[in-house]
């Protein structure tokens, strides 16, 4: 349970990464995933990557600049551009489903404009689920400038698109539905220099 707790990626630019291992029985048709970070970085850095064997990027959120986001599905992306941060912690989540192609972006509890993507498409279920480096393939191939630098918590996946309700909830740490992914009962594995420290401040 890494309640009140966080990752701490130490070096920039870095080779370091935490694996998060998820049972997902089948591909998914609508996910959301949610997370929160903090960093000092201005170059390109990933935050989620989640590749199979046939798509690097079948999952990923990508911070090219810090006032863009970058959300990709099956190799495409959308990106939302939002302010220029504080250099505060930034909570983040995306959601996308098949049937629509809707993908919703959240910063900190509110929603950005939605945009199409990848309508009818379908999320591989057999995949590499890693937090701080981008894989250009299949679990490796990373670029150690797209590498993450700073602190990260409250890490959830789930497979269907959140309600706004729920949205807010995940921003605001309250109770929240059963998920592929959730930081409360996290299988992971750090690789390299990532240690796990209490959060600062709430």
């Known amino acids: 349970d890494l309640y009140r707790k966080v990752f701490v990626f130490q070096k920039d630019p870095s080779n370091a990464y935490v ?17 929160r970070s903090y960093t ?3 170059r390109p850095h ?3 990557s989640y590749a199979t064997k046939t798509q690097d990027n079948e999952i990923l959120l990508f911070k090219p600049k810090p006032e863009e986001y970058r959300f990709y599905v099956g190799g495409k992306f959308v990106t939302f551009r939002i302010p220029e941060g504080r250099r505060d912690w930034e909570h983040v989540c995306a959601s996308w489903e098949s049937a ?19 309508r009818g498409y379908t999320v591989g279920a057999t995949a590499a689920i890693l937090l701080g480096q981008e894989q250009d393939s299949f679990g490796g191939g990373f670029d150690l400038y797209n590498s993450f630098s700073g602190e990260m918590t409250d ?10 309700d729920k949205m807010r909830a995940a921003f605001l740490s309250l109770r929240l539905p059963p998920a ?18 209490p959060r600062l401040r709430e």
Not at 19 to 35: D, G, I, K, S, Y
Not at 181 to 192: C, M, P, Q, R, T
């Open 180 to 197: 592929l992914l959730a930081w409360k009962s996290l299988s992971y594995e750090v690789k390299g220099d990532v240690v796990v420290k």
């Open 100 to 118: 629509s192609g809707i993908a919703e972006f959240w910063l900190n509890g509110k929603p950005w404009p939605r945009k199409g993507l990848q």
């Open 155 to 164: 890490v959830y996946l789930w497979d269907a698109a959140l309600s706004p």
């Open 46 to 48: 990933s935050l989620f």
């Open 19 to 35: 694996v998060l291992r998820a049972q997902l029985e089948q591909p998914l048709h609508n996910f959301t995933v949610c997370l």
């Open 40 to 42: 000092d970085l201005s």
